[in-house]
């Protein structure tokens, strides 16, 4: 992000928009990591957060009959996953789940679920 000079009237190249230019990024970054975000110079470079977590729905066998209703390139984000998870958690085959939905399932508990399953 840079500081656009046409309004300032000070020159592209000046020691006041450069200093400018730096303010503005520790703010940016400072901003970033008070709100659990990752800032990076450019958009190749971002990682998301654990509440960026999204769920493609067809990687999971479970999840997946439990979105039945849903497109097959479903994607849902990690609260939603949870929820139907819980939710329908008397129609999961727990002897079907395979090691990388339990991994996903635990993770979701300790992200979302602030390490509790509450299944109805």
């Not at 479970?62 to 849903?70: K, S």
């Not at 008397?90 to 399953?117: C, M, S, W, Y």
Request: hydrophobic share 35%; charged share 20%.
């Amino acid at each position: 992000m840079y500081f656009d000079t046409r309004q300032t009237g000070h020159a592209p190249g000046s020691a006041w928009v450069r200093a400018a230019n730096i303010a503005l990024t520790r703010t940016l970054q400072n901003l970033c990591n008070s709100r659990n975000f990752t800032y990076s110079s450019s958009m190749d470079d971002y990682t998301p957060s654990e509440d960026d977590m999204n769920v493609k729905v067809n990687k999971y066998p479970q999840l997946r009959q439990l979105c039945w209703n849903r497109p097959n390139d479903a994607v849902v984000d990690g609260q939603t996953a949870l929820a139907l998870y819980e939710r329908n958690w008397r129609f999961i085959d727990h002897d079907a789940l395979t090691p990388a939905e339990q991994k996903l399932l635990d993770r979701l508990v300790a992200v979302h679920g602030n390490g509790h399953f509450l299944a109805a």
